[in-house]
């Protein structure tokens, strides 16, 4: 395994390192300003559209997308360094393109949309002219299980017929936000694997209501926010269906592995600032007449932060070195690993940041607050702790599974 940075990464790393300095980090209070002061919070504040043209015009655009003419043709393992550093801001993902939901869903399209579907949706979202949700969790049923899910889809004709509720669809309070990627259970009879599928569901379709807006420890995230989503008799193309009935599970799988590896990228990238402010902010204060660098217990802070996030890193870079060249479904083991290991050590950093800074650090006047509420969920989203950690059990356990031995006659 060689994980090092190759010309190309070289090269748009310095650029986006460059970009984050001298655009997105002076804006990141102008953008809070902004939505602030916004008659509805549920607006986009300007300086993004500001930030995303300057960003397409520096060629910083769309690099999640791998191996694509779409997107820069970046590997996972090319990707991570990138992703990392766009972690570092609540609001650089977008700026770029490459914030979830919308990655992916583009990648889904872009794997398995048919050319209209493409050229609706898959288009203006490269373009970052609309955005988009994805609608899978549901508030009546465990979803950590997603077998479970109730919401069905049923063929009528030329038309499908969507009946469900949906909770958690990061996204669609953006106004921008044109449809939803639904997952629901088309055919009952089908094996377990096989009853589910995903459609596309314009949000301006009749029966189609956004309940309410859902907030994570008392943020809001407007304008992008998560719904929850009644879906009452809806009814949308059959063309809309992606990739056919009961390719649900097979789509998802295609879909969470980058998805899950991205969220533990940007993960590194907040924990590295959460240790950066950290370091800053104890040498340069004072208590009980020393600086707090000097403070044994704060140096073990320092210490043991920059262990976990480099053992974390290098998780990572494994992850996407075998998605890489192994494929998702073998790497499974690796993602799981990460998207345990991940959201954990970025709050380990930043609970000792908070700690560290005392009264400031869960102020809006730094970003730890805001960072470590939105990681915390991330111990849930995309499958909890504990469904990777069996995931993972019951790799590990498959070599010490006896085979009968056969007798012989």
């Not at 009853?195 to 949000?203: E, F």
């Not at 998560?226 to 269906?241: K, L």
């Not at 704060?298 to 210490?303: D, S």
């Not at 560290?356 to 869960?362: D, P």
Request: proline share 5%.
């Amino acid at each position: 395994m060689n994980f090092e940075y190759t010309d190309k990464v070289k090269q748009l790393r310095s650029q986006l390192a460059d970009f984050m300095d001298e655009v997105v980090y002076p804006n990141e209070t102008v953008y809070e300003n902004q939505l602030r002061e916004a008659s509805d919070r549920w607006t986009v504040p300007p300086v993004m559209e500001e930030m995303k043209q300057k960003a397409k015009q520096a060629g910083l655009w769309n690099l999640f997308l791998p191996d694509s003419e779409l997107g820069a043709g970046l590997s996972n393992l090319e990707y991570a360094p990138l992703c990392e550093m766009m972690g570092r801001s609540m609001i650089a993902p977008e700026v770029f393109n490459c914030a979830a939901p919308d990655t992916g869903n583009m990648e889904v399209l872009e794997r398995y949309g048919t050319e209209s579907q493409k050229e609706r949706w898959l288009t203006p979202l490269l373009d970052g002219e609309i955005r988009s949700c994805f609608s899978m969790t549901e508030p009546d049923v465990a979803s950590s299980d997603a077998t479970n899910m109730e919401t069905t889809i049923e063929r009528d004709g030329d038309e499908y017929v969507i009946n469900g509720r949906k909770w958690w669809s990061s996204g669609a309070g953006d106004p921008r936000c044109r449809f939803a990627i639904v997952m629901g259970r088309s055919n009952r009879d089908a094996p377990k694997h096989m009853q589910h599928s995903m459609i596309i569901v314009p949000l301006d379709t009749p029966g189609v209501k956004v309940l309410r807006m859902l907030p994570v420890f008392g943020y809001d995230h407007a304008p992008h926010g998560h719904a929850e989503i009644d879906f009452t008799d809806v009814r949308v193309p059959a063309e809309n269906m992606i990739l056919g009935e009961g390719r649900g599970f097979e789509i998802a799988q295609g879909r969470l592995g980058p998805g899950r590896i991205h969220h533990c990228m940007r993960l590194i990238g907040v924990a590295e600032r959460a240790l950066e402010t950290m370091c800053s902010r104890v040498t340069n204060r004072v208590a009980f007449h020393k600086p707090l660098s000097d403070q044994g217990v704060i140096r073990e802070w320092i210490a043991n932060s920059r262990i976990e996030i480099d053992q974390a890193r290098l998780l990572t870079l494994n992850a996407a070195y075998m998605m890489d060249t192994a494929g998702n479904k073998v790497a499974k083991k690796e993602i799981a690993m990460i998207k345990v290991v991940a959201p954990n050590v970025a709050l380990n950093v930043l609970d000792r940041a908070i700690q560290s800074l005392g009264a400031a650090g869960v102020s809006e006047d730094f970003p730890l607050a805001a960072h470590w509420a939105n990681s915390r969920t991330l111990r849930l989203a995309d499958g909890p702790d504990e469904v990777h950690r069996n995931a993972i059990a019951k790799q590990e356990l498959k070599a010490y599974t006896k085979v009968p031995v056969k007798q012989s006659h």
